[in-house]
């Protein structure tokens, strides 16, 4: 089910100060996606969140979950969580440690006074498809974090709804652990017919997952897209720097050609991805660690785009070297591969090829 958010606004008052938590939100999400929003810490994902199910009041504007307006401040329209069909799994998993797996995954049909033979079917049919029969009479504190997960998991689909919501539901688990159960959870919403909505701060997790992500910020959505999209042509400095490590160095358009943009920068002339940016605007250049290659042997480098710096650290990170690359007076970051032998010191070129030099507004 397609879920519609138009002109939604929400303040808090806390300490006499008014806080814009959402400010005119405005967000379409295509029905059987799995969607991201993801931002920084109190940028308003939770508050977005829990007005769409329901646990939070706007202040104005309006959602629409399929074809139901579910909520209207004009319209004066309200429709209570429980009559939303929606599935919720939370940041604490929020399971209750007294009930067996069972019962916790039960409760909500059970809320729903659906017929005893027919729980005990949809539980067992869900316990499979997460992974978790035979578990049933297991007291839910005997299991493990990523268990723990899957039983909120169960018990946020076991009422069939077209969506489910999650607030960080993986920021509970260690590294290892996260990461296995985000490639678990990617395989188990692609296989449902449901639309996710899925709120995190972690831009690995959100670029793993998402069929879509709208990045966030201060009550505002700042950009929406596919991950690739978001990573490789963000339209905002903001996000270019959120999503992922870049270097991000002042520029000035010089001119524009049929599929180039040459800017003058930092680092010297760049020619970049093709931009609208006029004459004279000043923008920055976004070079992602991974683009820059350095080599010791300069030779067979195009004129253009090829620089020359020196190393100046190297941190090992197990599959590369994270580098430091001084060229004039910027610090460029590149990933460098580990047998390159480099050393702090070293001179070294790179080339970049104009569609990795991406230009946003300044
Ligand atoms: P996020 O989930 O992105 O970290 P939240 O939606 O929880 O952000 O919060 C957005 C902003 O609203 C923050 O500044 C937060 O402090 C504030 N906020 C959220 N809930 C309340 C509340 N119940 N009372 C006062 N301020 C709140
Ligand atoms: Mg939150």
């Given at each position: 089910?397609e879920?519609?958010?138009t002109?939604?606004?929400?303040?808090f008052?806390s300490?006499g100060?008014?806080?814009s938590?959402?400010?005119?939100?405005?967000?379409?999400?295509p029905?059987?996606?799995?969607f991201t929003?993801?931002g920084?810490?109190?940028?308003g994902?939770?508050t977005?969140?829990?007005?769409?199910?329901?646990?939070?009041?706007?202040?104005?504007g309006?959602?629409?979950?399929?074809d139901?307006?579910?909520?209207?401040?004009?319209k004066?329209?309200?429709?209570?969580t429980?009559?939303?069909?929606?599935?919720m799994?939370?940041?604490?998993?929020?399971?209750?440690?007294?009930?067996?797996?069972?019962d916790?995954?039960?409760?909500?049909?059970q809320?729903?006074?659906?017929?005893?033979?027919?729980?005990?079917?949809?539980?067992?049919?869900?316990?499979?498809?997460?992974q978790l029969e035979?578990?049933?009479?297991?007291?839910a504190?005997?299991?493990?974090?990523?268990?723990?997960?899957?039983?909120?998991?169960?018990?946020?689909?076991?009422?069939e709804p077209?969506?489910i919501?999650?607030d960080?539901?993986?920021?509970?688990?260690?590294?290892?652990l996260?990461e296995?159960?985000r490639?678990?959870?990617k395989?188990?919403?692609?296989?449902?017919?449901?639309t996710?909505?899925?709120v995190?701060h972690d831009?690995?997790?959100?670029l793993a997952?998402?069929?879509?992500?709208?990045?966030?910020?201060?009550?505002?959505?700042?950009?929406?897209?596919?991950?690739?999209?978001?990573?490789f042509n963000s339209?905002?400095?903001?996000?270019?720097?959120?999503?992922?490590?870049?270097?991000?160095?002042?520029?000035?358009?010089?001119?524009?050609?049929?599929?180039e943009?040459?800017?003058?920068?930092?680092?010297?002339k760049?020619r970049?991805?093709?931009?609208?940016?006029?004459p004279?605007?000043?923008?920055?250049?976004?070079?992602?660690p991974?683009?820059?290659?350095?080599?010791?042997d300069s030779?067979?480098?195009?004129?253009?785009?090829?620089?020359?710096?020196?190393?100046?650290?190297?941190l090992f990170?197990?599959?590369?070297?994270?580098?430091?690359?001084?060229?004039?007076?910027?610090?460029?970051?590149?990933?460098i591969?580990?047998d390159?032998?480099?050393?702090?010191?070293?001179?070294?070129?790179?080339?970049?090829?104009?569609?990795?030099?991406h230009?946003?507004?300044?």
């Amino acid at each position: 089910m397609e879920i519609q958010v138009t002109g939604l606004q929400k303040r808090f008052v806390s300490d006499g100060k008014v806080i814009s938590a959402l400010d005119n939100v405005d967000l379409h999400i295509p029905a059987n996606t799995i969607f991201t929003l993801l931002g920084p810490s109190g940028c308003g994902k939770t508050t977005l969140l829990r007005c769409i199910v329901g646990l939070e009041t706007p202040d104005a504007g309006e959602i629409r979950i399929g074809d139901e307006i579910v909520w209207s401040a004009r319209k004066k329209i309200y429709v209570p969580t429980e009559k939303r069909k929606l599935g919720m799994v939370f940041q604490t998993y929020a399971i209750w440690p007294h009930m067996t797996v069972f019962d916790n995954v039960a409760y909500p049909l059970q809320t729903r006074k659906v017929a005893e033979k027919e729980i005990a079917e949809r539980v067992a049919k869900t316990l499979s498809f997460v992974q978790l029969e035979g578990f049933e009479g297991r007291p839910a504190t005997k299991l493990s974090g990523g268990q723990q997960q899957r039983v909120a998991l169960a018990r946020a689909l076991v009422a069939e709804p077209k969506v489910i919501l999650f607030d960080e539901p993986l920021s509970n688990l260690d590294a290892k652990l996260r990461e296995e159960t985000r490639k678990e959870l990617k395989t188990f919403l692609s296989g449902l017919e449901i639309t996710a909505i899925y709120v995190t701060h972690d831009r690995l997790e959100a670029l793993a997952l998402s069929d879509a992500i709208s990045v966030m910020r201060s009550g505002n959505i700042v950009e929406t897209g596919d991950p690739k999209k978001i990573y490789f042509n963000s339209e905002s400095r903001f996000v270019a720097d959120f999503i992922g490590r870049s270097n991000l160095i002042p520029a000035t358009v010089e001119s524009s050609a049929a599929d180039e943009t040459v800017v003058d920068s930092a680092i010297g002339k760049i020619r970049g991805r093709k931009t609208d940016f006029a004459p004279g605007t000043e923008v920055t250049l976004c070079l992602r660690p991974e683009f820059i290659r350095p080599s010791r042997d300069s030779g067979a480098m195009p004129a253009f785009n090829s620089l020359r710096g020196t190393v100046e650290t190297l941190l090992f990170v197990g599959d590369a070297y994270e580098g430091e690359i001084r060229v004039g007076q910027t610090l460029l970051m590149s990933r460098i591969d580990p047998d390159t032998g480099f050393k702090p010191g070293d001179m070294v070129s790179f080339h970049v090829p104009p569609e990795h030099c991406h230009l946003v507004a300044k």
